[in-house]
């Protein structure tokens, strides 16, 4: 099994770019969700999905959307890049959210000229 | 909203000697998740507690819950240099629908 799979590995944009983040698992979790990993941060939830149609934010929503159209897929969108989202991010995956491991992907590195 | 500290943010060990990170919470917890990331990898999933008091044993690393289920610890003891690596705690919010990652506890091992 592939797990949880995300793409591109890695991006360069420029300032007020668009793009999307794909993220996609093999596993039937009803739970997915974003992840953003800064230098001395930690991981920052950014949003999340409990199901197909099902979507709501994390601690640091802004200047990100998300979609969830059916089970396996769970892609980010940056509307508007800004260097402040210079970021790594990784989608995440588990049969329960509240008490199940968490599985990752390997990470998206992104980089906002 | 809820927060989850861990301490300390680095910590450099010479291989063979002890390790250990703390997790604090301001609310009670359901349970209490560890994670590993190598550098330049993801998150790994290494064990959840759910019970006060509750403590596991994998090998080397020992996890303890605290009986008011508002702090958790991860000790290893003898270290080896692939230990090496950020040791992260995650909770549940009160809600349940998230889960929060303390800041991470960077371990070096010099060899």
């Known amino acids: 099994n592939a797990g949880v799979t995300q793409t591109p590995k890695f991006q360069v944009l420029k300032t007020g770019q668009s793009m999307t983040l794909q993220c996609a698992q093999d596993m039937n979790h009803e739970y997915m969700s974003w992840y953003r990993q800064d230098p001395g941060m930690g991981l920052r939830l950014i949003h999340y999905s409990v199901g197909a149609g099902i979507t709501d934010q994390g601690e640091v929503p802004n200047g990100y959307n998300v979609s969830r159209s059916t089970t396996e897929d769970f892609p980010l969108r940056l509307l508007s890049a800004a260097p402040s989202q210079t970021s790594v991010y990784f989608c995440?995956?588990?049969?329960?959210?509240?008490?199940?491991?968490?599985?990752f992907g390997e990470g998206s590195r992104l980089t906002v000229l | 909203g809820q927060q989850v500290m861990q301490i300390p943010q680095y910590q450099h060990v010479q291989e063979g000697e002890d390790f250990t990170t703390y997790c604090n919470s301001s609310t009670t917890l359901s349970n209490i998740q560890w994670y590993k990331q190598r550098p330049g990898g993801h998150p790994v999933f290494l064990i959840q507690?759910?019970?006060?008091?509750e403590v596991k044993k994998q090998k080397r690393l020992t996890f303890q819950f605290g009986e008011a289920k508002k702090n958790s610890s991860l000790h290893i003891t003898a270290t080896q240099t692939t230990d090496v690596g950020t040791y992260f705690c995650a909770a549940p919010s009160s809600a349940g629908n998230m889960l929060t990652f303390g800041g991470g506890t960077r371990l070096m091992v010099k060899p």
């Open positions: 995440a995956s588990s049969w329960d959210f509240s008490a199940g491991e968490l599985f």
């Open positions: 507690l759910v019970k006060s008091g």
